[in-house]
């Protein structure tokens, strides 16, 4: 049983790793590369070239890896940090309203 799910969360990492999911979520807890090869006993370069896509993740590191990833906060709406940055119109939300008279009045009877 145990064996099925080290094999579930390896293919799950490598869709994560494969997609870029894995590196967005740690990015987006603001981990480095060499913070998270340190929890997962692994070198840096090894996670660097699993984001890459270089290197399938496996092992105990890819195990640790895709443990350290699965507990990362999801985040809730598709935007980034940068996206304001990119896009300073979105940044704040101001709605302008404008109201025009009509050019012939109505006759509202009620």
Known sequence: MAQAAQLLRLSWIRA???????????????????????ACGV??????????????????????YAALIESLPKPLANTTATDSQQHPENSNAVVAV????PSEPTNQTT
């Open 43 to 64: 070198d840096q370069s090894t996670v660097w070239r699993w984001e890459k896509g270089v290197r399938r993740p496996r092992g105990p590191g890819a195990l640790a």
């Open 16 to 38: 994560a790793v494969t997609s870029g999911e894995a590196r967005r979520l740690r990015e987006a807890s603001h981990l480095s590369i060499s913070e998270v090869a340190a």
């Open 98 to 101: 404008t109201t025009t008279a």
